[in-house]
């Protein structure tokens, strides 16, 4: 079992899209139960959804994944997404279903103005839903590394230059709004990072489902060797990364 609840947590982060698909299948077909329990109204089917949702977490949780790996896409080496938010495909696919089998209940509309005004009444609840989880990963915290620089996303401080990237650092547990990764922002030829100095700190937190002692050395590992950047987003340069910092 605990085999089981690995694996589902390492497919919800190495492939999210596929996860996403197959929870919002799980989700379409809780609607069925729904409708055979006579849980048509809005306390039974948010009931259920809750359920299933919280089944899903109990298996993945207490595994959750935080591999030692990036993720390898489009030229860049990235931190994985949350499953969490994965998870969240199962209401998504549930209000899809609900609006889908309320399409297909309904007469046959008379003219087009009344098809697209039936449309948008049985899916609006599904098309709202997935705009705010679609906002909220896209605002979600990740990191990009390129063979540039590491590219922030959702972290509040601009991209950082690797040549600008003077130390690394893993913070204490203690205090918890600390921890995370504090990294350390210099410039070269003495411009200044910040007004009030040569350089300035900023703080990774924690949240992201990576290792995170994984995650310090190898941002440390690229600042120290340019001559390794320029291969960053290959399989082959992510091979030689994870086995030069088991070493």
Not at 9 to 27: D, K, N, T, Y
Not at 29 to 39: D, S, Y
Not at 136 to 154: D, I, K, N, S
Not at 192 to 209: D, F, K, V
Request: hydrophobic letters at 45%.
């Amino acid at each position: 079992m605990t085999g089981i609840s690995r694996s589902l947590a390492a497919v919800m982060v190495r492939r999210p899209l596929a996860a996403s698909v197959v929870c919002a299948g799980f989700g379409v077909a809780t609607r069925a139960p729904a409708a055979a329990l006579h849980l048509t109204g809005w306390p039974g089917s948010v009931a259920l959804v809750t359920a299933t949702v919280l089944l899903v977490l109990l298996a993945v949780g207490p595994h959750r994944h935080t591999a030692a790996e990036f993720l390898v896409r489009s030229g860049t080496f990235r931190t994985p997404r949350s499953p969490l938010l994965v998870v969240t495909m199962i209401p998504i696919g549930y209000l899809f279903g609900q609006g889908l089998l309320k399409l297909l209940g309904s007469p046959p509309p008379a003219d087009l103005g009344q098809v697209t005004l039936e449309i948008t009444h049985a899916m609006a609840p599904f098309l709202i839903f997935t705009l705010v989880i679609g906002v909220a990963m896209l605002f979600q915290p990740r990191l990009e590394l390129t063979q540039t620089h590491l590219r922030v996303h959702g972290l509040g401080f601009p991209d950082i230059p690797w040549s600008d990237l003077a130390a690394v650092a893993q913070n204490p547990a203690f205090p918890r709004r600390e921890r995370g990764l504090r990294v350390t922002i210099a410039r070269p030829g003495g411009r200044t990072a910040s007004p009030n100095g040569s350089q300035r700190e900023e703080l990774i937190p924690t949240g992201m489902p990576i290792d995170y002692a994984f995650l310090a050395a190898a941002l440390s590992h690229y600042a120290g060797h340019p001559e390794h950047r320029a291969a960053i987003g290959t399989l082959a340069e992510h091979d030689r990364l994870i086995a030069d910092l088991r070493t």
